[in-house]
């Protein structure tokens, strides 16, 4: 495969990861006004899971092709991607981003415990079945802990479902959008674990870096998309629930279920040592900027944004 071929199908694979990642994002947004789900639950329960599908698809495909090291590096460059880039642009536009709910205050504790995880597990030099299920329990620790603090986030459909047909019959348009949306994101990251394994043919670059830093960036569109809408809608809360709840799938749903199909097995930490220096650095950065005055102003966003370019530099 010629090296124009590999990168128009890692463009075009990224372009129907956004496209797609749009319509995910609106139509869950509309299924939960039809649900009349709370904000901050919804971005965390719906559009972060929605976003890391993506990332979940490249987890699944590079496991069952045997390269889980691509997945790993996706899941520690997303997450460092999220963190930096994602928040310093949103709180840029917002003019800050205020983090003085209760809410988003303690999940911004257990999200960065979680994110920081994967590199616990790697230090034995490999991330196994048994791992994958630790990261399972994870999140199932978070869940319970964010249904803890919100006594009851749903309400009952059955008064939306009598307003008539009109709004049943645009609930399950709904689905279907968003059923079409996630078969588009699953070929879309086919297409971009396809063209990440043959670039690095063609470069000095390993997979996992590979993973780290081009896979990353071109699945983490999604989530910049949704923030940027959210911002729009001015829907501070709901940004912070989607960033912090694509970290929390992406460092336990997308790379438990990898190792759960391929475990993975490092044999020369090299490709790695940036990614997790970087993993590391972009938690403390983000824990204190999101601790002091409990927001993140434009100061602030600048330095993670000062983060993000290094580490893309280095990189």
Same mark, same amino acid.
């Not at 257990?110 to 048994?130: E, K």
């Not at 588009?184 to 043919?201: F, R």
């Given at each position: ?14 372009? #129907?990861?956004?496209? $797609? ?21 919804? @971005? ?9 599908? %993506? ?6 495909? $590079? ?10 590096? &996706?899941?520690?460059? $997303? &997450? ?7 928040? @310093? ?18 999940? *911004? ?14 230090? =034995?030099? #490999?991330?196994?079945?048994?791992? +994958? ?6 999140? @199932? ?32 348009? =709904?689905? +279907? ?13 086919? *297409? ?11 470069? %000095?670059?390993?997979? #996992?870096?590979? *993973? ?5 960036? *071109? ?7 949704? +923030? ?5 809608? =001015? ?16 460092? !336990? ?30 938690? !403390? ?7 002091? =005055?409990?927001?993140? &102003? ?13 580490? @893309? #530099?280095?990189?």
């Amino acid at each position: 495969m010629s090296l124009w071929l590999i990168t128009l199908i890692f463009i075009l694979s990224s372009i #129907a990861l956004v496209k $797609s990642g749009t319509w995910l994002v609106k139509s869950l947004t509309r299924i939960a006004r039809f649900l009349k789900w709370r904000e901050f639950t919804v @971005a965390f329960i719906l559009m972060a899971f929605a976003t890391s599908i %993506p990332e979940l698809f490249v987890g699944i495909t $590079s496991g069952l092709q045997l390269e889980p090291e691509l997945s790993f590096g &996706n899941v520690i460059g $997303s &997450n460092i991607i999220n963190l930096t880039l994602v928040v @310093a642009v949103v709180a840029l536009l917002a003019k800050g981003l205020n983090l003085k709910q209760a809410l988003v205050r303690e999940s *911004g504790i257990y999200t960065m415990i979680i994110a920081f995880l994967p590199v616990l597990l790697l230090l =034995d030099g #490999a991330i196994s079945r048994m791992d +994958g299920l630790v990261l399972f329990l994870g999140l @199932a620790f978070y869940l319970s802990q964010l249904k803890e603090q919100e006594a009851k986030f749903t309400k009952e459909i059955t008064d939306e479902l009598e307003k008539g047909w009109s709004g049943f019959k645009s609930f399950f348009q =709904d689905i +279907g959008l968003f059923v079409a949306s996630t078969i588009i994101i699953l070929v879309a990251a086919h *297409g971009i674990v396809l063209s990440a394994t043959s670039l690095v043919a063609f470069s %000095p670059f390993s997979i #996992a870096s590979v *993973g780290i830093l081009i896979v990353a960036l *071109g699945t983490g569109l999604p989530e910049l998309i949704f +923030g940027l809408q959210a911002v729009n809608l =001015d829907q501070q809360e709901m940004i912070m629930g989607g960033i912090m709840g694509s970290v929390v799938s992406n460092s !336990t749903l997308v790379l438990g279920t990898t190792v759960l199909i391929h475990p993975l097995r490092v044999v020369n930490y090299h490709p790695y040592l940036i990614g997790i220096a970087f993993t590391v650095l972009t938690i !403390t950065a983000f824990t204190y900027f999101s601790r002091t =005055d409990q927001e993140i &102003n434009q100061g602030e966003a600048l330095g993670l944004l000062v983060v993000y370019v290094l580490f @893309a #530099a280095i990189q």
